[in-house]
């Protein structure tokens, strides 16, 4: 197939497009570009989702898109202006390119779009999959608000999947690579009560889903893309701490967390997600660490 992919340079969107072209594709990466040097670049299409502006004609001929664009989450404390950005560069910038995408002559077949298990908000142990309702709070309100910007698409007869993922284990980017140090040191622990859930994913299975959600067209709307085990902050951190062979002795109180990170700490470090991928189970996908030690011990080698 060829596939438009954004977000083609970041953690995610750099192993899929190595994937995708592994496997014979033809991956199309959407650029984002302040100057219009680019958009004469050969293999690539520009566009400025703050200023709205994607040219459908570099668009036409794709069998479908992967859409991975968005500011970095934990880059920076949530300022107004940083929520602002946040929710900007996912809600404008998906909603720019499904609107770019239902214009089209002969529109892709499928549109993967990113979105986040932030959905669910802080929801203790309850077990949650696709059908949950959402949380509340600037995370659940953001996702809530990323997912129904994709509607001009599937209102074509465009195939759209919502990727909530979870936790990214990868020891050269994301959060995983942000925790190394501190462990490597022995200077980490348990983050607040220890109780809350993670939900987490291996990067492999990551890019393994997408492309499963390229493929297999029973999929469609919400899918949780989360490893089928999650497990509490106390377990992650024994766990992580059992693979690198170092001690987890120094806690991170509540109260600690929110004073180092602000409101971040609550929606990021704080807040508990027990989610399950339901519908990846049901429709066969197997994964590849479905535990979370081997997907460590495979993510820090």
């Known amino acids: 197939m060829k596939i438009l992919v954004s977000g083609s340079t970041g953690l995610v969107g750099s192993a899929l497009v190595s994937a995708l072209q592994s496997g014979g594709h033809e991956v199309l990466p959407l650029v984002r570009s302040s100057s219009s040097g680019t958009q004469s670049r050969t293999g690539l299409v520009a566009w400025d989702p703050t200023a709205g502006q994607l040219s459908a004609a570099n668009l036409e001929g794709i069998d479908a898109a992967v859409h991975l664009a968005g500011e970095n989450i934990a880059a920076r404390r949530w300022t107004p202006a940083q929520k602002t950005k946040i929710r900007e560069s996912r809600v404008a910038g998906t909603q720019l390119l499904a609107e770019t995408l239902a214009k089209l002559k002969t529109p892709p077949k499928t549109l993967v779009c990113a979105s986040a298990i932030g959905f669910y908000g802080d929801r203790s142990d309850q077990r949650l999959n696709e059908d949950s309702p959402p949380g509340t709070g600037f995370l659940a309100d953001t996702c809530r608000e990323w997912e129904a910007a994709a509607k001009p698409a599937a209102g074509r007869g ?40 993670m939900s987490w994913i291996s990067l492999d299975d990551l890019v393994a889903v997408i492309s499963y959600a390229l493929s297999n067209e029973t999929l469609r709307g919400p899918v949780n893309a989360v490893a089928p085990n999650s497990v509490t902050n106390h377990e992650f951190t024994k766990t992580l701490g059992r693979v690198l062979r170092r001690p987890t002795l120094f806690p991170m109180p509540a109260f600690a967390a929110r004073l180092a990170f602000g409101e971040m700490a609550d929606g990021l470090l704080l807040a508990s997600a027990r989610v399950e991928p339901k519908r990846l189970l049901d429709s066969g996908f197997r994964f590849r660490f479905p535990e979370l030690e081997a997907a460590l011990e495979h993510a820090v080698q």
């Open 158 to 197: 465009i195939r759209v999947v919502h990727l909530r993922t979870g936790i990214v284990l990868a020891s050269h980017g994301g959060a995983l690579a942000k925790m190394l140090t501190p462990f490597r040191l022995g200077i980490a622990g348990i983050i607040g009560s220890g109780r809350q859930y």
